[in-house]
């Protein structure tokens, strides 16, 4: 692995995931899609999701995904994984760099939208729900 000061390292595939030199990010948090919200009823259900503790909601590429942050049981103090040789496959799958690379490549994190939390989320919704009411009294008004 290449590894110039200050710059993320450069690795190389036979070398695995650079995880020893990442604070384990991926090992503290667990994220799963969600259908996109299209009734009030769903835009109200992710507003109950995020008046929780440790949860985030994010938008990439259209798609919807709750963020449950909570540290893995197994995660040593040193960043290591405690059960590495049973290691669930989605752990061994990640952290390369390629089609989807692990966060420790793609520092930015940049998503379409981003909601840590159901105060975020209500302004959005404010925001949409007056774009949206601007939008039809312009069409009314050209009609
Ligand atoms: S897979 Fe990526 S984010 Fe996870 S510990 Fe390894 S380098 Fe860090
Ligand atoms: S099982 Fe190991 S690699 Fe997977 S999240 Fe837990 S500590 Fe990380």
Do not use: S
């Amino acid at each position: 692995m290449l590894h110039e000061p200050g710059k993320p390292p450069v690795p190389k595939e036979e070398d695995g995931g650079p995880c020893h030199l990442c604070n384990a990010a991926c090992c503290r948090y667990f994220a799963l899609q969600i259908d996109k919200p299209k009734a009030k009823q769903d835009f109200d259900h992710i507003r109950w999701y995020l008046c929780h503790e440790g949860v985030a909601v994010w938008v990439d590429d259209g798609d919807w995904y709750l963020e449950v942050r909570t540290v893995c049981r197994h995660l040593q103090p040193d960043n290591t994984c405690g059960i590495y040789e049973t290691r669930p496959q989605i752990c061994r799958d990640y952290g390369l760099p390629g089609e989807d690379p692990c966060e420790f490549f793609t520092k930015d994190m940049e998503y379409d939208l981003y909601f840590p939390d159901d105060k975020t989320f209500d302004t959005w919704y404010a925001e949409r729900k007056a774009r949206k009411k601007a939008k039809k009294h312009k069409k009314r008004k050209a009609a």
